[in-house]
């Protein structure tokens, strides 16, 4: 029952690091996407990927990188991290058909110092 | 562009104290819209998704309402339990191929005292 999972819970970085933030579902949904979430602005999207092998940039894609590693599993990589990518980074996915209802994950709280 | 209002931003209600959350949008056709619940710490969790104008669901204590411009969800004797974020959100037709984004609104602070 574990639907889609997000690791790290929590990170801390250091303005320059770089990280990647895992993503990976067990519901064969072949949508998958990842969202910002900062107070007063709401949802943001960043990327998506429609399906397997495909990518998209999203509402604020600027510093950040994905791949859609299987039909499973979409990354999410700073290459260098900001402060203003400090935020809570939430990954959904979502099936064709059946109303397109995107599941969402617990998120990831980043600060970047 | 789509865009998504949602309001009021925060809403103090007393259990038992019935009221609803008003998302209003403009979307150049919609697909879909979306209602999630969100609790703190949590990733949003699905509600409900309304297609057309007329069209109503229920849960538990929660009844949600869609016409041409704004969706309603009405709470009905809320319990302390009911207290969450609601964030509301569009999908529309010209999304383009197999993508289905979503734009979402700010979202509404419920808090229901016992």
């Known amino acids: 029952n574990a639907g889609v999972t997000q690791t790290p819970k929590f990170q801390v970085l250091k303005t320059g690091q770089s990280m990647t933030l895992q993503c990976a579902q067990d519901?064969?949904?072949?949508?998958m996407y990842w969202y910002r979430q900062d107070p007063g602005m709401g949802l943001r999207l960043i990327y998506y990927s429609a399906s397997e092998g495909t990518t998209d940039k999203g509402e604020v894609p600027n510093g950040y990188n994905v791949s859609r590693l299987n039909k499973r599993e979409f990354s999410l990589r700073l290459e260098s991290a900001a402060p203003s990518q400090t935020s809570v980074y939430f990954c959904a996915s979502s099936a064709r058909g059946l109303g397109n209802i995107q599941y969402f994950g617990a998120g990831t709280r980043l600060s970047v110092l | 562009e789509d865009q998504v209002t949602q309001s009021p931003e925060a809403l103090r209600l007393q259990e038992g104290e019935s009221s609803s959350l008003n998302c209003s949008y403009t979307?150049?056709?919609?697909?879909?819209l979306f209602w999630y619940r969100q609790d703190p710490g949590k990733g949003p969790e699905f509600l409900f998704t309304?297609?057309?104008a007329g069209e109503e669901k229920e849960k538990e204590r929660l009844k949600a309402t869609l016409t041409k411009k704004e969706s309603f969800l009405h709470i009905t004797a809320p319990k302390p339990e009911d207290s969450a974020t609601y964030l509301c959100?569009?999908?529309?037709?010209?999304?383009?191929?197999?993508?289905?984004?979503?734009?979402f609104g700010k979202g509404t602070l419920l808090t229901v005292n016992p």
């Open positions: 959100a569009v999908q529309a037709t010209n999304s383009g191929g197999s993508n289905y984004k979503l734009t």
């Open positions: 309304l297609y057309s």
């Open positions: 519901m064969n949904h072949n949508s």
């Open positions: 979307v150049s056709g919609l697909r879909g």
